[in-house]
């Protein structure tokens, strides 16, 4: 079973920063892709970023500007780092990975909280 282990997440004033990382655990996958999914109550779940094998990222059009996914294959761990951030930013941010083989992954979820 495939493991995502997201940490970084807290308690942020607006314009404030933080980086969430996403360390693999358990059995080995190739990854088609890997993104950052959020989360509101109420609300569904919106992808905020997303990386390709060849390294290409897309973002959310309300996180343009503000937000880099990265990765570092050594230590086989993707980050969010979330600049400038806005209580609209509120959310449980899950790291998700797309297999090869058409199957996704989700980690467990790490709580954002930008403060009005």
């Known amino acids: 079973q495939v493991q995502l282990v997201e940490s970084g997440g807290g308690l942020v004033q607006p314009g404030g920063s933080l980086r969430l990382s996403c360390a693999h655990s358990g059995s080995r996958f190739s990854i088609n892709a890997m993104g950052w999914y959020r989360q509101a109550p109420g609300k569904e779940r919106e992808l905020v970023a997303r990386i390709t094998r060849g390294g290409s990222t897309n973002y959310a059009d309300s996180v343009k500007g503000r937000f880099t996914i990265s990765r570092d294959n050594a230590k086989k761990t993707v980050y969010l780092q979330m600049n400038s951030l806005k209580p609209e930013d509120t959310a449980v941010y899950y790291c998700?990975?797309?297999?090869?083989?058409?199957?996704?992954?989700w980690g467990q979820g790490t709580q954002v909280t930008v403060s009005s």
């Open positions: 998700n990975a797309a297999s090869i083989d058409s199957l996704d992954y």
